[in-house]
């Protein structure tokens, strides 16, 4: 932990904390697209993985990061990229506090599959059709009693 109480980041690009996350792990959790750009100017790894197998673009979609979302995506991040549980980007965005419809919408332009399951068999969209979200369904081209 920082001094302020917040979790200190990595210095540099390439570096990583104990957790293996990289500075760019933190700059998507922390929403700062200015420190995202920069990061992967200075030769970041859009692809990198922690610990338990986030990616940035996890955390950005998480968060409900529009413009990370489509900074990671335009930089070359995966939207098929498994965690260790087995969970990709998409599934990550449906903890998204703002921008979820946003967010789902630019991971499946960019290739997210709904579909996918997880380590337990579990997939997005069966989350979907439990939370009997018809937008979402809608968005990801599924059909809730699928």
């Given amino acids: 932990m920082g001094e302020d109480g917040g979790v200190t980041s990595p210095s540099g690009p390439a570096r990583r904390d104990?957790?293996?996350?990289?500075?760019?792990?933190?700059?998507?959790?922390?929403?700062?697209?200015v420190t995202v750009r920069r990061l992967l100017d200075e030769g970041a790894d859009v692809r990198a993985v922690d610990g338990r197998g986030f990616t940035p673009?996890?955390?950005a979609a998480q968060q409900g990061n529009l413009e990370g979302?489509?900074?990671l995506l335009?930089?070359?991040?995966?939207?098929r990229a498994q965690n260790a549980l087995g969970n990709d980007?998409?599934?990550?965005?449906m903890q998204a506090p703002q921008d979820l419809e946003l967010v789902i919408n630019e991971l499946m332009a960019h290739?997210?599959?709904p579909e996918s399951?997880?380590?337990h068999?579990?997939?997005?969209?069966?989350?979907?059709r439990l939370m009997e979200r018809q937008d979402l369904a809608d968005l990801m081209g599924i059909r809730l009693s699928g």
Avoid: Q
């Avoid at 335009?74 to 939207?79: F, K, N, R, V």
């Fill in 18 to 33: 104990a957790m293996g996350r990289s500075a760019l792990h933190y700059a998507a959790v922390d929403a700062d697209n």
């Fill in 57 to 59: 673009l996890h955390f």
């Fill in 69 to 71: 979302v489509r900074v």
């Fill in 74 to 79: 335009a930089a070359g991040a995966d939207p």
């Fill in 89 to 93: 980007p998409l599934r990550s965005a």
């Fill in 111 to 113: 290739g997210a599959d």
């Fill in 117 to 119: 399951p997880n380590a």
């Fill in 121 to 128: 068999g579990s997939s997005t969209a069966t989350m979907v």
